[in-house]
């Protein structure tokens, strides 16, 4: 029955449309990403590139990589985020030092920053490969304005140097980040004016925001994506978008989730990333759907006081509806 939604449009029945892309890991996904209808790439990992290396990947091996991708994708767009290492993602060989709170320490866009020649050969390859077809670049872990406008900084020379060396690249690229900080998201309006999208991980967002280790059997049970404070964060992220009129989209775990629908609908999220296998169940539920009621589902569900009644409360309206 699932195989019938995979060509057919991701709107709700009042014409709101949402685009489903997929997140991605390695280049041999991708013929099964468009066989479940994704509309391009919106979370390339490209830490698994670096995974099981003596020495980090060079600039050409990167580019063969990104550019297979954007080429097989065209023309839907193709986002990459830069190296997303540390905390929970653990690469052989880079030389990370033992944290004793690695969730919070060196990791992602911190490292990029510190490694800046590291740094500027991905950025190098990424930028050769937006000369091939629509590509996004994404900074992960994101914590205020200074963390931006030096990866920008970093950008700019990097555009540069392959504009002196007569390199081809695309100088539009779209620049966002990933808001995954509490910090993120209370200056998102701050952010919003120094890029051009904003997509929202809802994996390290959830964890920090409650302050729960999602892995640790004494307290995952605490892990709520619907506890009050997440719902509250995800307004102001998006409102905040709004207003400065950039997109925003959803990467995290979160954007699979069909229940979750309604949230993310009635939020106005543009965009919705996930595991290109979940693609066709979340079209089908959203096709069942409409802007107008999930607005008012959202409204009621931020109503109430605990991720429990919230649960309960959407739980009851889906199953009315479908």
């Given at each position: 029955?699932?195989?019938?939604?995979?060509?057919?449009?991701?709107?709700?029945?009042?014409?709101?449309?949402?685009?489903?892309?997929?997140?991605?890991?390695?280049?041999?996904?991708?013929?099964?990403?468009?066989?479940?209808?994704?509309?391009?790439?919106?979370?390339?990992?490209?830490?698994?590139?670096?995974?099981?290396?003596?020495?980090?990947?060079?600039?050409?091996?990167?580019?063969?990589?990104?550019?297979?991708?954007?080429?097989?994708?065209?023309?839907?767009?193709?986002?990459?985020?830069?190296?997303?290492?540390?905390?929970?993602?653990?690469?052989?060989?880079?030389?990370?030092?033992?944290?004793?709170?690695?969730?919070?320490?060196?990791?992602?866009i911190r490292f990029s920053?510190?490694?800046?020649?590291?740094?500027?050969?991905?950025?190098?390859?990424?930028?050769?490969?937006?000369?091939?077809?629509?590509?996004?670049?994404?900074?992960?872990?994101?914590?205020?304005?200074?963390?931006?406008?030096?990866?920008?900084?970093?950008?700019?020379?990097?555009?540069?140097?392959?504009?002196?060396?007569?390199?081809?690249?695309?100088?539009?690229?779209?620049?966002?980040?990933?808001i995954e900080t509490p910090?993120?998201?209370?200056?998102?309006?701050?952010?919003?004016?120094?890029?051009?999208?904003?997509?929202?991980?809802?994996?390290?967002?959830?964890?920090?925001?409650?302050?729960?280790?999602?892995?640790?059997?004494?307290?995952?049970?605490?892990?709520?994506?619907?506890?009050?404070?997440?719902?509250?964060?995800?307004?102001?992220?998006?409102?905040?978008?709004?207003?400065?009129?950039?997109?925003?989209?959803?990467?995290?775990?979160?954007?699979?989730?069909?229940?979750?629908?309604?949230?993310?609908?009635?939020?106005?999220?543009?965009?919705?990333?996930?595991?290109?296998?979940?693609?066709?169940?979340?079209?089908?539920?959203?096709?069942?759907?409409?802007?107008?009621?999930?607005?008012?589902?959202?409204?009621?569900?931020?109503?109430?006081?605990?991720?429990?009644?919230?649960?309960?409360?959407?739980?009851?309206?889906?199953?009315?509806?479908?």
């Amino acid at each position: 029955e699932l195989t019938r939604y995979r060509n057919l449009s991701a709107e709700t029945t009042d014409h709101y449309e949402v685009a489903l892309r997929a997140n991605l890991e390695i280049v041999s996904e991708v013929p099964a990403a468009q066989e479940d209808g994704a509309v391009g790439i919106g979370l390339y990992r490209t830490e698994f590139l670096y995974m099981n290396c003596k020495q980090p990947p060079g600039e050409d091996q990167q580019f063969a990589a990104y550019s297979e991708i954007v080429e097989r994708i065209s023309p839907h767009p193709v986002t990459i985020r830069t190296l997303d290492v540390g905390g929970d993602k653990f690469i052989q060989d880079m030389s990370l030092e033992h944290e004793d709170n690695p969730a919070m320490g060196l990791r992602a866009i911190r490292f990029s920053l510190r490694e800046v020649d590291l740094f500027k050969v991905q950025l190098r390859a990424i930028l050769r490969a937006s000369a091939l077809g629509q590509v996004r670049i994404m900074f992960p872990m994101i914590s205020g304005v200074a963390e931006i406008r030096a990866c920008k900084r970093i950008l700019r020379t990097v555009s540069v140097e392959l504009e002196q060396e007569g390199v081809l690249f695309d100088p539009q690229v779209k620049i966002g980040i990933m808001i995954e900080t509490p910090a993120a998201v209370m200056i998102a309006p701050l952010l919003a004016k120094e890029v051009d999208f904003f997509s929202i991980g809802t994996n390290d967002l959830i964890q920090y925001c409650l302050a729960v280790d999602r892995g640790n059997e004494h307290v995952s049970y605490l892990y709520e994506p619907l506890h009050p404070a997440i719902l509250w964060a995800l307004k102001q992220v998006c409102d905040a978008a709004n207003a400065a009129g950039i997109e925003v989209g959803m990467c995290g775990e979160m954007a699979s989730e069909p229940m979750y629908l309604p949230v993310l609908i009635g939020l106005g999220l543009d965009e919705l990333s996930m595991n290109h296998a979940c693609i066709p169940r979340v079209k089908r539920v959203l096709r069942n759907l409409t802007r107008t009621e999930s607005k008012d589902m959202l409204n009621a569900l931020m109503q109430l006081s605990t991720g429990k009644e919230i649960s309960a409360h959407l739980d009851r309206e889906m199953r009315s509806r479908l």
